[in-house]
């Protein structure tokens, strides 16, 4: 239960090598190889801002706001690109030190340092200009691009990271990213596509725009737990999944209208990460698997302990499990929740999931169904503690009446039918 504060403060400041420091990797995702260090500084400014702000800057980069987004932000409208550099100056005196890992240059890793001076300038090389339009004078000094408010000290990034923390936006920005993970939309969505202009009830934004929150004084009220709280995410969280809004049914009672979403009238089903759903199949059939990490002094048991998506390097076949199912990689491929016809297939047919509804999982491991076979109790009794182990719920009148009716003689095959039946329905993959 880390302050999320001094988590995103962290991130801000890393420095060090980015093999041995896991926070300096945020900073060199921003790299941009082979163009002007001031498109590795603006790359990172449009990182931090929309991370920690939900507010996308990129756009005011490149270009004034003003004859650009009136049909798109309010706020930034107004922005002009000498505040966008002067907010990207609280990085420009950040270095990246580049090395090759192999002989070909096909990996590298970083050290990042700071300099005591320095400030962001326009200047560039004219045979390397870029993709940005001509940057126009400097060096500018930092300037905070939402309240204009200038660093104390010399330490830039330092400064930077207690301005965006400090600033009430930061706590806005992260609970609304939670309730977005919760609720599968934001109260502001999407939720890194904040109108600065546009918050506040009081002080409603022109015609034809609208209020951006759907519920601006819960999102200040949370803001506000999330502040007194010492920005602990756990403490929101709790507050999130014990209310009665996440509680509600999917299912409407009434006619339902598309104007209600905006309001979380139901519950909205999200269906599960990659991570997730493997540590629900090993939970639900009994098959919690050590997973052996390097530089860990035990195995653990849960897909979402793994520190990267690389693991467990050891055991190809969970690391399959889980690419089916949208696990992000390092470079290429961003996490994705889609469900495809592969994944039906796979949660079907692939030895990793079918092994796991056996009597006895390939000699080799128990599983529910050899508990159940070993365990005393009626046919009912195994159906209801069947579902409830996978489904999180018992079985309906309709749907016990329905499993028992192809009960057959050989019982053990029967539970593993049905063992293998409430993997594949629908109800698995999605948080209800």
Not at 168 to 181: C, D, E, G, K, S
Not at 211 to 220: K, N, V
Not at 310 to 319: A, F, M, Q, V, Y
Request: proline share 7%; charged share 25%.
């Amino acid at each position: 239960d880390r302050s999320y504060r001094d988590f995103a403060a962290e991130l801000i400041t890393a420095a060090g090598d980015s093999h041995r420091s896991g926070p300096v990797n945020f900073l060199i995702r921003s790299w941009q190889q082979g163009d002007p260090i001031q498109d590795t500084w603006d790359t990172l400014t449009d990182r931090v801002t929309r991370t920690f702000l939900g507010v996308q800057t990129q756009c005011v980069s490149c270009h004034n706001g003003r004859g650009h987004l009136e049909q798109i932000n309010v706020y930034l409208t107004a922005r002009r690109r000498e505040e966008f550099w002067r907010q990207s100056a609280f990085v420009s005196r950040m270095n990246l030190a580049s090395f090759n890992v192999d002989a070909f240059g096909q990996q590298m890793h970083f050290f990042v340092t700071d300099r005591l001076t320095g400030g962001y300038h326009g200047v560039v090389n004219a045979n390397n200009p870029g993709p940005c339009p001509p940057r126009i004078g400097g060096p500018y000094e930092p300037a905070y691009m939402f309240t204009g408010e200038r660093p104390r000290t010399g330490d830039w990034r330092k400064e930077l990271a207690r301005l965006v923390t400090s600033d009430r936006q930061f706590a806005r920005a992260a609970v609304n990213y939670l309730w977005a993970h919760y609720f599968t939309v934001g109260m502001v969505d999407p939720p890194d596509a904040w109108d600065l202009a546009r918050l506040d009830p009081r002080n409603p934004p022109p015609a034809p725009w609208t209020l951006q929150p759907s519920h601006p004084e819960l999102l200040e009220a949370l803001a506000d737990e999330f502040i007194r709280s010492n920005y602990s995410v756990r403490r929101v969280l709790r507050l999130i999944v014990e209310s009665n809004a996440y509680q509600l049914s999917n299912r409407y009672e009434g006619e339902w209208r598309p104007e209600y979403a905006r309001y979380f009238a139901k519950h909205f089903p999200r269906r599960l990460s990659a991570e997730e759903i493997y540590d629900a199949v090993a939970q639900a059939t009994l098959t919690e698997t050590p997973m052996f990490v390097e530089g860990f002094d035990r195995p653990v048991f849960w897909a979402r302990q793994l520190p990267d998506p690389t693991e467990p390097r050891l055991d190809g076949g969970i690391r399959t499990f889980m690419n089916q199912f949208g696990r992000p990689d390092w470079w290429q491929n961003k996490r994705s929740d889609e469900t495809t016809v592969l994944q039906v297939l796979y949660l079907m047919n692939d030895n990793m999931v079918n092994f796991r509804t056996f009597n006895n999982n390939n000699n080799s491991r128990n599983t529910r169904v050899a508990w159940l076979m070993q365990s005393p109790g009626s046919d009912e009794d195994a159906v209801r503690h069947l579902f409830l182990a996978t489904l999180g719920r018992y079985p309906t009148g309709p749907e016990l009446q329905a499993v028992s009716r192809r009960r057959t003689p050989n019982r053990e095959q029967w539970l593993t039918d049905v063992q293998w039946v409430l993997l594949n329905k629908l109800d698995f993959l999605f948080n209800q």
